[in-house]
Each structure stands twice: as structure tokens, then as C-alpha cells.
T-cell receptor, first 116, second 116 residues
Framework: EAGVVQSPRYKIIEKKQPVAFWCNPI?????LYWYLQNLGQGPELLIR????????DSQLPKDRFSAERLKGVDSTLKIQPAELGDSAVYLC??????????????FGPGTRLTVL | AQSVTQLDSQVPVFEEAPVELRCNYS??????LFWYVQYPNQGLQLLLK??????LVKGINGFEAEFNKSQTSFHLRKPSVHISDTAEYFC??????????????FGPGTSLSVIP
């Protein structure tokens, strides 16, 4: 079974440029997460989707970040324009929530973004 | 709001020695608890979880954790570590909701280094 796929693995851009990250979750997983992970810290949730619906986007900086999950499968996270402080690893995870609690999250390898 | 504390940012331990990684969370409401491990340049993977039932939870690779509601703790233990256990370990918590659950909050992580 293929795991969570993310691309690109690494991205270097100059500030004020746009950037996009792509995530393909494990087949059949209804819940998809985007996290931001700074060096030496734990993942911080940006947005959570249940199927196509964004059920928690309270931590997403909506002035520059946007996300979509068309057809409830793969997802794209975009930053426009990027700032120096956006340099971090962006993680995607998916889970099959059985109800009664959060399911096991399966994480992709992440995209390491460097903004110069 | 829920928060997670991992008091030890780095834990060095000799091979075959026991180890305990400490985790405390802030809220005493009903919670779901998790430990994830992150090996270098890889995504996080679930070690174990507590959703309900027995407070002693066994996970993969010989790890176990004990839920202590009165002390709001969920410490991770292994009786004998191996070189391959060298990794970053994240404790995570999610508040129970009436029909669903709140977002999963990750701690800052503990870096376990196993010394040969």
C-alpha cells in the first residue's frame, strides 16, 4: 500500500514569490491534514479536511495561505506571497476516522520550504 | 486551550538501558492521547494511542505508555533501548467532543539518542 505522497520534497524560493505544495493521501482516507513544523518543534495544524469540507482552518493565515481538496482526494496548499518566516517543513497526513475518536494519522515525508 | 509539555528536549541513554520520556497535558477533560516517532528525514509514525479502556497501552517496537488522569500525564517507556530507537518522539493530545473530537495538539518533541 502506498503511503502519503508529497511533492516537491524541497523548495527554495525568494520572498514574495508564490509556492504550492501537493499531497496525495492514502487511498480511502477521509481525513486530510496540513501541518507546519518548525525546526525543533512539533507539528502545528494548519487545516483539517473531512472529505471535501475544511472542518478546522482556524490556524491557517488566510491572508496568504489557501488550501483546497477537490473531490475529497488529493490536496494543494498554497502560499502567496511567501515571507521569510514561512521557511519550515510542511507536512501532510491522512487518516481513516472510524468515529469515536481520531484515527491514526499517516504522515508524508514533508516539503522543506526555504524562503530567501 | 489544550497544550502539551515534554519536559525533556533531549534524552541520551546507553544501549540496552531503560528509558522514560515524559509527557504532560494541560486539560483534565476527557482526552485521547498519542505518541508518534519521527526518524531522520521521515514523516511521523504512530507508536501507540490511548482512546479508552486500560490505562497501560502497549505499542510497536516494545514501547508502552501509561495514562494517569489525576496527574494529566502520558509517559512513554521502554525497558531496553536499541540504537535504532534514536529518533524524535512527539506526545500528542486531542480533547474528546460530544460527537467528534478536537484537533490533535503535538508537544515540542523529545530527542532520544541511544549511545552504543
Amino acid at each position: 500500500e502506498a503511503g502519503v505522497v508529497q511533492s516537491p520534497r524541497y523548495k527554495i524560493i525568494e520572498k514574495k514569490q508564490p509556492v504550492a505544495f501537493w499531497c496525495n493521501p492514502i487511498s480511502g482516507h477521509n481525513t486530510l491534514y496540513w501541518y507546519l513544523q518548525n525546526l525543533g518543534q512539533g507539528p502545528e495544524l494548519l487545516i483539517r479536511y473531512e472529505n471535501e469540507e475544511a472542518v478546522d482552518d482556524s490556524q491557517l493565515p488566510k491572508d496568504r495561505f489557501s488550501a483546497e481538496r477537490l473531490k475529497g482526494v488529493d490536496s494543494t496548499l498554497k502560499i502567496q506571497p511567501a515571507e521569510l518566516g514561512d521557511s519550515a517543513v510542511y507536512l501532510c497526513a491522512s487518516s481513516l476516522d472510524p468515529g469515536g475518536g481520531p484515527g491514526e494519522q499517516f504522515f508524508g515525508p514533508g516539503t522543506r520550504l526555504t524562503v530567501l | 486551550a489544550q497544550s502539551v509539555t515534554q519536559l525533556d528536549s533531549q534524552v541520551p541513554v546507553f544501549e540496552e538501558a531503560p528509558v522514560e520520556l515524559r509527557c504532560n497535558y494541560s486539560s483534565s477533560v476527557s482526552v485521547y492521547l498519542f505518541w508518534y516517532v519521527q526518524y531522520p528525514n521521515q514523516g511521523l509514525q504512530l507508536l501507540l494511542k490511548y482512546l479508552s479502556g486500560s490505562t497501560l497501552v502497549k505499542g510497536i517496537n516494545g514501547f508502552e505508555a501509561e495514562f494517569n488522569k489525576s496527574q494529566t500525564s502520558f509517559h512513554l517507556r521502554k525497558p531496553s533501548v536499541h540504537i535504532s530507537d534514536t529518533a524524535e518522539y512527539f506526545c500528542a493530545v486531542s480533547d474528546r467532543g460530544k460527537t467528534s473530537y478536537d484537533k490533535v495538539i503535538f508537544g515540542p518533541g523529545t530527542s532520544l539518542s541511544v549511545i552504543p
